[in-house]
């Protein structure tokens, strides 16, 4: 019995050892299935993965590609642009040389001529000194004064004649070739005509806040003025205000130091005190960015930062009505435009046109003219001796030593005399007027002079008796320059001289 039990247990052990077996083997490979479908979902994802990247490399490379391509469209546009502006500088070369080979060869024609004419009259000299030795055995320095006298007077009509005529040619060809170049760079400047008030009105949101900008006994009003330097003007005129002051940079300030209290609504000294700090920081900001905005507009650089602030000061200073920032860069693109069609430096002429009137931005503390301080200012700052020649010349102090400072009178009196760009009187007008007048009339032989267009133009009618056609070109050039050296006139004055004889015959 008990060997059948022990039989039976080795019969179950071994079942039992057979099943673990059994089930260690499917452990096994379900563990090694498992371990398999981990490794392919990894290979999956790593494929994935790598897929992914060549992806983005690929689209990486498009990209580049693409902008590659178009920086080479840009480019290629570039360079057929310059070419066609190469081909253009080329022909107009070609054009100008042909002009001056033409004139070559007219004044060669000329020249010719001339010597010619110049041989014939030594032929005839020679003749009639032949024919007076042997007709009235003269000296020979007598005949000779003789002769020369005899000479000048036949040939001075013909002589005062040949001079008019070069003359006239010569002034009519630099005049057309003046008014070309001058035209030229005007057309391709667009500007506006300024109208900037000179006086700051503020508006009031009501009337009860002009009480409020007083204050008790006049303490908020008396703190703003000595803190911003300005004259508060508070008349009967509703809902507004007048800030006065001959300085448009402190006017300025107090305008804005103003509005930030109206939108406040606290009006007392501790707020006023700091509101004109805040705008006078404001200001600071603000003079730089428009000095730079200028600067920008031109295409300048290497400027000292305080050269750019009084730059920027121009903006707020007016010129009979003009702004003197936009007249500047007005005047710097004529320097530059005019400099290119005669041959210049146009960075050099557009420096010298932005600085020319930046002695206006300084204050009293600097002692002279505008020209003058202005051209010791951008000189202290290392600015080119041609710059600072020609902004101290602009206004004929000084000697000018090269072609910039007259390009700057040019381009100056351009942008003074455009139509809109500066207001005169109307008492001012009729002096001026008045002045031409005098000025032509009180010259010899003037029987009448009438000034014409506005003042543009004075015509003078002389005594035909008194004053003979040279005497009246003559006549021309002196009133040109009397009303250049007493009058200061915005533009030109033509000055036209009219000399006219009528003889009147009645048959019976």
Known sequence: MNYDYIIGGSIGASLGVLFLSIATKRRL?????????????????????????????????????????????????????????????????????????????????????????????????RLYRLKLHQITQMERDEARQLLIRATEKECEQEIRDLRRIKLSRAEAEIADEAKRILLAAMQRITSQPMNDATATVINLPSEEMKGRIIGREGRNIRTFEHATGTTLMIDETPDSVLISCFDPVRREIARIALEALLRDGRI???????????AEEEMHANVIEL?????????????????????????????NNQNTLAHSVEVANLCALIASEIGLDPVIAKRAGLFHDIGKAVDEEYEG?????????IKQHGEDARVVNAAAAHHQEVPAESA???????????????????????????????????IAAAQHGVSEAYAVQAGREVRVIVEPEVVNDDEARQLARTIRKRIEEQLNYPGTVEITVIREQRYTETAV
């Open 29 to 125: 490979a379900r563990l090694e299935k498992t371990r398999r479908s981990q490794l392919d979902v990894e290979r999956r994802e790593a494929l994935l993965a790598q897929k992914e990247a060549q992806s983005e490399l690929e689209l990486s490379f498009k990209n580049k590609e693409l902008d590659l391509n178009r920086a080479l469209t840009t480019r290629e546009d570039e360079l057929h642009i310059r070419a066609r502006e190469l081909e253009r500088e080329t022909e107009r070369q070609a054009d100008m040389q042909a002009q001056i080979d033409a004139k070559l060869k007219e004044l060669t024609r000329e020249q010719r001529l001339l010597s010619d004419t110049e041989h014939e009259a030594e032929k005839v000299r």
């Open 268 to 278: 007392h000294p501790s707020s006023i005190e700091d509101e004109v700090v805040k």
């Open 291 to 319: 000095g730079e905005g200028a600067l920008r507009k031109l295409r300048l650089h290497d400027v000292h930062p305080e050269v750019v602030a009084l730059l920027g000061k121009l903006h707020y200073r007016l010129s």
């Open 369 to 377: 003219s505008h020209a003058a301080v202005g051209a010791e200012i």
């Open 404 to 438: 910039y400072a007259g390009l700057v009178m040019v381009a100056d009196a351009l942008s003074a005399v455009r139509p809109g760009a500066r207001a005169s009187s109307i008492d001012g007008f009729i002096q001026r007027v008045r002045s031409i007048e005098e």
